[in-house]
């Protein structure tokens, strides 16, 4: 610790720095050239100005999910610069050991890891639920009034059918507000319609829709109004909520109670319980990144093969990379808990990392 925060220590930290800033530059440019060109390419006679703003919009989360990567060419170019100018032969004739050279990249990368989750997971977040709204009110020619066509969802069996329409969804994705249901039911093989019902709320429970403050409409008869009414449903409550809430609208601070109150609603949240815990662990991740840039640019130039050391140290972080998508699809089809599938690849990533240091050091 004392190390870290010496003149030397903060030195390699200003470097790991400047080079993740550098290698941030670069993936920036790198998303708002491919990501502008890919909303001028999905949503049609948009201009450029405007899939400009929804590529801005989209920016932080790009940002979050890219950070691992441009932390680990950071802390690759960072140490390389010091092997290159002969720094880093100097400080090791000086005695400097390997460990020391990790321990300030991975405090970069676990600072920078506790800021992403804490301050830019949250703008993200924001910003990526303006997006999704943007986005569809620009397919949908309607501008800031797209809004008003609500939402639509359908559940039934063989006897009928009910078409649900809603102005709004709230946040936990399973209340709708100003619900309108239709019913049809089979006749002659045929779809006719019975009666009508309008809520002010309906909250979807396990097997039944709660109502309430309704209207019930039926051809030839009066309307009739019901403080509560309950309706059977075939939809699922998990289903419908990941339909309407994705986790990426959610921030760090706004997960645990959404996780809470599905679990009290009778959900499953497994895809919310797994991106929490990928957050928990994403100072780790970062980390662990920057220890494995610093670990494979610690080769001597002298000595050679520093670019078949480099591309390793990318293959390990693709690898780390495609091992958490892998783990987090068995976590989605509940085979493993989401909190191992969550921390077994920063975890596996700081064993590579700790075990080419000490093959470096004492191998």
Same mark, same amino acid.
């Given at each position: 610790m004392n190390f870290l925060f010496s003149r030397l220590g903060n030195y390699i930290i200003g470097k790991v720095i400047g080079g993740v800033a550098i290698a941030l530059v670069a993936v920036l440019a790198a998303i &708002?050239?491919?990501?502008?060109?890919?909303?001028?390419?999905?949503?049609?006679? =948009?201009?450029?100005?405007?899939?400009?703003?929804?590529?801005?919009?989209?920016?932080?989360?790009?940002?979050?999910?890219?950070?691992?990567?441009?932390? &680990?060419?950071?802390?690759?170019?960072?140490?390389?610069?010091?092997?290159?100018?002969?720094?880093?032969?100097?400080?090791?004739?000086?005695?400097?050991?390997?460990?020391?050279? &990790?321990?300030?990249?991975?405090?970069?990368?676990?600072?920078?890891?506790?800021?992403? =989750?804490?301050?830019?997971?949250?703008?993200?977040?924001?910003?990526?639920?303006?997006?999704?709204?943007?986005?569809?009110?620009?397919?949908?020619?309607l501008g800031a009034e797209a809004g008003a066509n609500g939402v639509w969802i359908r559940q039934g069996d063989p006897q009928g059918q009910v078409v649900i329409h809603a102005d709004g969804v709230d946040s936990s994705g399973a209340v709708l507000q100003g619900a309108t249901f239709l019913f049809f039911e089979v006749r002659d093989d045929t779809l006719r319609f019975t009666r009508r019902m309008r809520a002010e709320r309906a909250e979807l429970k396990r097997g039944f829709w709660q109502l309430t403050d309704l209207v019930e409409a039926t051809?030839?008869?009066?309307?009739?109004?019901?403080?509560?009414?309950?309706?059977?449903?075939?939809?699922d409550a998990s289903e419908l909520v990941n339909r309407f809430v994705t986790p990426a609208t959610l921030s760090f601070w706004e997960l645990p109670f959404f996780i809470r109150e599905a679990r009290a609603a009778g959900f499953a949240p497994t895809r919310y319980e797994l991106r929490w815990q990928s957050l928990l662990a994403y100072p780790l991740l970062l980390a662990v990144m920057a220890g494995l840039g610093?670990?494979?640019?610690?080769?001597?130039?002298?000595?050679?093969?520093?670019?078949?050391?480099?591309?390793?140290?990318?293959?390990?972080?693709?690898?780390?990379?495609?091992?958490?998508?892998?783990?987090?699809?068995?976590?989605?089809?509940?085979?493993?808990?989401?909190?191992?599938?969550?921390?077994?690849?920063?975890?596996?990533?700081?064993?590579?990392?700790?075990?080419?240091?000490?093959?470096?050091?004492?191998?």
């Open positions: &708002l050239l491919i990501d502008m060109v890919e909303q001028m390419r999905t949503v049609t006679d =948009i201009g450029t100005l405007e899939a400009l703003r929804l590529t801005l919009l989209k920016t932080p989360m790009l940002v979050e999910q890219t950070l691992p990567f441009v932390v &680990l060419a950071g802390a690759m170019m960072a140490i390389t610069g010091l092997n290159r100018s002969s720094e880093l032969v100097a400080m090791r004739a000086a005695g400097v050991s390997a460990w020391r050279f &990790l321990a300030p990249s991975a405090f970069v990368g676990a600072i920078l890891g506790l800021i992403a =989750i804490t301050a830019l997971n949250p703008l993200g977040a924001q910003f990526y639920k303006a997006f999704e709204a943007e986005r569809e009110d620009v397919r949908a020619g051809p030839g008869s009066r309307p009739m109004r019901h403080a509560n009414l309950a309706i059977p449903t075939t939809l610093a670990a494979f640019s610690l080769q001597l130039q002298r000595l050679g093969n520093l670019a078949k050391w480099g591309a390793m140290g990318v293959g390990i972080g693709l690898f780390l990379f495609f091992y958490s998508q892998l783990a987090g699809a068995f976590a989605m089809t509940q085979t493993v808990p989401a909190v191992v599938a969550a921390w077994s690849a920063p975890l596996a990533g700081m064993f590579i990392a700790l075990a080419i240091v000490a093959f470096l050091e004492d191998g």
